[in-house]
């Protein structure tokens, strides 16, 4: 029997974002022992930061204590489209990267398997498996925050679909001729729900002489601006953030409409900065506006809810992708 | 060994719409043999249309020279939702039914296994099955007709989600605070592209005022207009009813791009009426649309297309289902 305190059995999941690395280890049981952070510095290109996730990565294990002789595999969700086979971020924006060959890299410097997936199906997965214990069958995950991602679960699997990139849920066009989004089309869902979508909002309304309790306590650049800001201005009576507020979620609630009518999932679960700040303040028009969108008999026993996980998401999906490629 | 033609090897297909009935019977390698076709009279109620499925599947079979006997399975296509598992039609708006037990009654009258689904999953069923032989892994059905109807074929099954109302996807808004929809919300893709939707604009704009080869032909009420006739005002040179139908064709294209964006199919295929009547004129601005409206790289491959079914997609999909179901 082999000695237990040698056995590869922990998983590293990484979270690859445009300006935060975030690296958590994980037991067998896909419980979170350490997290480790550094910044991502994509100005330093592809092999800059590659070096940084690793750096992050050791760090992580040294902080559970361990060494990398204890980790079975590493998993990374990015931001951007990914070529799961390969490992290759085929592109991601916030980054700048173009055919990036994540996993080779990765693996020659840390000398372990490496699994790469988009960061939204990355979350989904980890909401999944960890925080519903795998329970629901066809599952949405909606995550707002610079930008929207999303995953889908479909028959108890994540779903990617033909080129690995199912679930750009952020490019469903809900409003036609509505605000430009960054895609370069406009009215798409992103472009109307998004962290971004609201504070440009907000950062026009003020250049048009909008007063908002935001200007008194950032300043008239509104420069840090930051989710919780938001809610610490609704908490402080500011009707106009609060109705900025509103209006995403409506939108947000009128994207899950659309989903819940096109997939038919049980359960639809948001996340992300944007949620994990203002689900109070969300979440009940959402759901009410979701319902008022889904078609007649659609509805019924679909559970819409905000994750727990946080920030805490893409590493867990991560960590829970390693374990599922690695078996 | 048994007497082959005394074999049940035979499969009956039954597209149930609002205003006629149609019957298909197929051999076993699912070629169609003889179609029978009777009005659906909905006004005479659930069991009077039910007694005339009956009667079209009947005379179906004995216009194949073939009895009851012969037949394995009778699969529907039904125009609403469908409780899969008991073939109870939950609701058909064209039919005014509710909670009605189609699969049981049916099976009382005609002593064999039936089998309900929605028509427009059956109709991808078809096309997915018998047109493009099985090969899709992942394919989204569009039926343009009156209504909108769809059908998802993923990991190469039928998928129809949780309570099996996936594939609603007339219903899903493009265009929030757009025209009003039959469901009662604003915007739907069905208020945009359908029939119905192409022609209250045309009706609409005739009313303020608006010259068309369709007022010559069909008289100012522009009654009993049909989808062949904006193919023919458009072959006439009517530059009006050319725009509204490439304005429905955009419509679709838009439609497209945030169905490939969510779900990243390998086939997009296009049916129903409007399709069967406008191809010609509609798939080149459809394709151009929804390739502006993907995502980068998420189009790659994709091919979207006509059904070359027509008029048969329905039955040819529901005896795949009584095929599949009966198995």
Known sequence: MPDPSKERDHFVGVDLGGTKILAGVF?????CLERAKVATKPER????????????????????????????AV?????GAVKHETGEVIFAPNLDWH??????ELEKQLGLPVYV?????VCALGVHEVELEGKPRNLVGIFLGTGVGGGLILNGRLFTGFNGTAAEIGHMVIEVGGPKCGCGNKGCFEALASRSAIFRRIRDAVRDGQKTWLVEKLGPDLTDMRSGDLRKAIRNGDKFVEQVVES?????????????????????????????QLADDMMAVITETAKDYAMDGTFKGIQIIASKLGDDAGITGAAVLANQESK
Do not use: F, M, Q
């Not at 592809?46 to 002789?69: K, M, N, Q």
């Not at 997936?117 to 199906?121: A, I, V």
């Not at 995403?248 to 994990?276: F, H, K, R, S």
């Open 45 to 72: 290109g592809p092999d800059g930061v590659i070096e940084r996730i690793a750096r992050c990565v050791r760090e992580a294990v040294d902080d559970s204590d361990l060494t990398l002789e204890r980790v079975k």
């Open 99 to 104: 055919d990036v060959p994540l996993r080779k």
């Open 248 to 276: 995403a979620a409506e939108y947000t609630g009128i994207a899950i409409g659309n989903l819940i009518n096109i997939l038919n999932p049980d359960t639809v679960v948001l996340g992300g900065g944007v949620i994990d």
């Open 27 to 31: 037991d067998r049981k896909l419980k």
């Open 117 to 121: 997936e988009n960061d939204g199906n």
């Open 75 to 79: 998993g990374i969700g990015a931001p």
